[in-house]
């Protein structure tokens, strides 16, 4: 029973601590999905694949959203044409590289800025390097899922203008369902397979039309997104609370201790930490935290880095952008990267 | 669909809506509650609770509009045009549904401080004379029978020599650990330290030679100690110890943590 108090409590803390951010995080990309004019920012994206990943891991300073929500705004992107390298440069950092997770971690680490610093530094590099070795491969398409590798083929990136006519009143029923979250629907609700109707195909449009609509109706279109995503993303957060504070009841950091204290197996106890924990890159540096006492900077480094790349909690999100095997390529790299470098700082650095 | 079924899909069309309301309203209410009773304290840093006001705030402020938005709907006999069946992660409703659940427990069960088995766990033994690398306040200057327990701790970590603070006299407040490695005189008194949520607590704390035995201060009993620092050989080791003159029980205090 003093268990269950104590787990209770902890989860509590999680969330309410969270639950700011949260709300946050959401205001903020609501307001983005319908403020800012995706298409121009396509435009504006280079051309060659190591400069593209790099740009492309950047993008979350405009889109700041955390794990969850990266994955339909990738998606989204990758429809409209934006080179590879960069949809997946931005689907792997920008859960790191955003204002508001910046801010959190600043939050947490007050007193150990290298952490900040490497933070961003290390999951920029990752990613980059990630997105680039992606772009090697020419044709993406048996990577993808089947319904999304079939939309790019047959619609090539057309002209912006053109697009936008006639769309307009399509969209209108569309968009009162509108949601970034539901763009994964097609494939994880069972209707996969059916080739003609992709979720998405007519969503791509409703950010660029949602700057035609009149004022009312995009907040009242903004207080639907905020609901939905806040439904979503704080059912997400408790799940993930709420195995967060079973671990830190059920295994005493002592037993967490014993998995590792020596430069690799720390980096590698934090790295199994992170996929299975699943929280949101918002709080995750709080979480880190709590290990800060007892785990090498090296491994803490790990999991802030790894962590908002790759976890449980989003693998089902990640399954609507790429088949199993290409996630399995996005796993391995983007664990083998976080280990070189952090192992790299723990025997060399700090 | 037979026409039961369209009722009771019409329904449920009409509720969710709903319960995705009370459940982001309960939320922010709950927020609100744990400031007005203190129980915030609990849960985090003093620093961050301007974050989770306005948060709650927030939170009521987009329930409210929310609820506006579908009393006017409901109304005007309209459907609500926030359509459930687009949900990849739950099913319709589950979202809310946890949220709400989760709100709910929260008004029913409080949260609790904790104590010297969460202390144990968290391996206070090891932190006998070392907490974290960084100490986050320091003020060498104080008297020392002003010096909180975390204040005693702080300073042991910037010179951790015991024999420089022998003698020096000591008051402070913390509450009782039984650790294994502690003879049936000697007790732990520690805090829990807290840097931005109870998630990130640790325990620190000095050992206590009380000349009696300890049972009659059982674990988590919060006791005000006062007497003279001295260096001790505990479990092989030389460690700072707080020579009781005196101890007096003590109520919890409002705010159990040290930051």
């Known amino acids: 029973m003093n268990q269950l108090n104590n787990g209770f409590t902890l989860f509590l803390s999680l969330l309410v601590e969270a639950m700011p951010f949260l709300l946050l ?37 405009l889109f700041p959203v955390c794990e969850c929500g990266n994955v339909p705004v990738a998606r989204r992107l990758l429809m409209q044409g934006v080179p590879t390298p960069v949809a997946i440069g931005f689907l792997l950092a920008a859960p790191t590289i955003n204002p508001i997770v910046i801010w959190a971690t600043w939050t947490a680490f007050r007193d150990q800025p290298e952490i900040v610093v490497l933070r961003i530094v290390l999951s920029l590099a990752s990613a980059t390097i990630i997105g680039f070795v992606f772009s090697l491969q020419q044709d993406l398409s048996p990577f993808l899922q089947p319904t999304l590798a079939r939309y790019i083929k047959y619609n090539p990136p057309p002209k912006p203008e053109s697009k936008r006519k006639g769309k307009y009143y399509q969209v209108e029923e569309q968009a009162t369902a509108n949601t970034i979250l539901q763009s994964g629907t097609y494939i994880l609700g069972g209707k996969a397979g059916r080739s003609t109707k992709i979720g998405g195909i007519k969503q791509t449009n409703i950010a660029t039309s949602n700057l035609n609509k009149p004022f009312a109706d995009k907040l009242r279109l903004l207080l639907d997104n905020i609901i939905q995503e806040l439904r979503e993303l704080g059912g997400v957060m408790v799940l993930g609370s709420a195995i967060a504070a079973a671990i830190q009841v059920l295994a005493p ?32 540096s709080f979480f880190a935290l709590s290990f800060a006492s007892t785990f ?7 999991f802030l880095v790894f962590g908002p790349m790759i976890d449980i909690k989003g693998v089902g999100l990640m399954l609507s952008i ?18 070189l470098f952090t192992l790299f700082l723990n025997l060399h650095v700090m | 669909m037979t026409s039961i079924q369209k009722q009771k899909q019409k329904i449920k069309n009409q509720l969710l809506p709903w319960l995705d309301v009370i459940a982001i309203t309960a939320w922010g209410i709950l927020m609100l509650k744990y400031w007005f009773t203190g129980k915030l304290n609990l849960l985090i840093h003093p620093d961050y609770f301007w974050l989770v006001i306005v948060g709650a705030i927030g939170l009521l402020i987009v329930g409210f509009f929310k609820g506006i938005q579908l009393w006017q709907q409901c109304r005007r006999y309209e459907a609500p045009n926030n359509q459930q069946q687009h949900i990849n992660l739950f099913p319709p409703g589950w979202g809310s549904a946890l949220l709400l659940t989760t709100a709910i427990l929260g008004f029913i069960i409080t949260p609790r401080v904790f104590a010297s088995q969460i202390a144990l766990e968290r391996g206070v033994t090891e932190l006998l004379g070392a907490t974290r690398a960084q100490p986050q306040a320091f003020r060498p200057t104080i008297r020392p029978e002003e010096r909180s327990l975390i204040d005693w701790v702080r300073t042991l970590n910037v010179y951790p020599e015991p024999d420089a603070y022998t003698g020096q ?8 650990i039984h650790p294994p490695e502690l003879d049936q005189n000697h007790l732990l008194l520690a805090r829990f330290v807290i840097t ?15 000349g009696e035995n300890r049972n009659q201060y059982p674990p988590d009993t919060w006791v005000e100690v006062e007497g003279q620092m001295f260096t001790e050989n505990i479990a092989n080791k030389r460690q ?20």
């Open chain 1, 25 to 61: 995080g959401v205001l903020f990309s609501s307001l983005l999905l319908f403020f800012i004019d995706e298409r121009k920012l396509v435009e504006k994206m280079p051309k060659n694949a190591l400069l593209g990943a790099l740009v492309g891991s950047m993008i979350g300073f």
């Open chain 2, 169 to 176: 006299k000591v008051k402070v407040q913390g509450f009782v």
């Open chain 1, 253 to 284: 950091r002592e037993l967490i201790l014993s998995l590792g204290a020596g430069p690799i197996t720390s980096i590698l106890a934090m790295l199994i930490l992170a996929a299975v924990v699943s929280i949101c890159s918002t709080v995750d």
């Open chain 2, 240 to 259: 700072l110890t707080i020579k009781a003159s005196s101890l007096k029980k003590i109520p919890q205090p409002e705010n159990p943590y040290s930051y």
């Open chain 1, 322 to 339: 790429f088949k199993p095997k290409a996630l399995l390529y996005i796993f391995a790299l983007a664990g083998q990267l976080t280990l």
């Open chain 2, 196 to 210: 931005c949520c109870a998630a990130d607590g640790y325990p620190a704390g000095l050992p206590v030679h009380l």
């Open chain 1, 296 to 302: 090498t900077s090296g491994s803490l480094l790990a």
